[in-house]
């Protein structure tokens, strides 16, 4: 946060914090209070019955415990349901993303 994508924080953006408890879930905590701080709107994602989190966060997106190493499988599946309903929301074409290029030629 401290190199660059701070500067991005403003009301209109909301920031997609990842903050499953893990080595770095106090370091997360942190960046929250900075983006807070400057008034960005947050969303976490936490494992479910996480305390802190919707004291920090303006909203949670809840996902079951698991292990450290199987988080990215968990919190995967609903990042990808925000993303498909804002770029529905916006009325974007979700099949065909622009500036996609193929990288698979088709016979």
Not at 47 to 59: S, V, Y
Not at 65 to 90: F, G, K, R, S
């Amino acid at each position: 946060m401290k190199h660059g994508p701070i500067a991005l924080v403003e009301p209109a953006l909301f920031t997609v914090a990842i903050v499953v408890k893990g080595d770095v879930y106090d370091k997360m905590i942190g960046n929250i209070q900075e983006i807070k701080a400057r008034s960005g709107p947050v969303i976490g994602v936490a494992f479910d019955g996480d305390a802190e989190i919707p004291r920090q966060a303006d909203d949670v997106l809840w996902v079951p415990e698991c292990p450290e190493l199987l988080t990215p499988i968990t919190v995967a599946i609903p990042l990808q349901l925000l993303a498909y309903h804002i770029a529905d929301m916006l009325d974007r074409e979700i099949d065909q993303p622009r500036n996609l290029a193929k990288t698979v030629t088709v016979e």
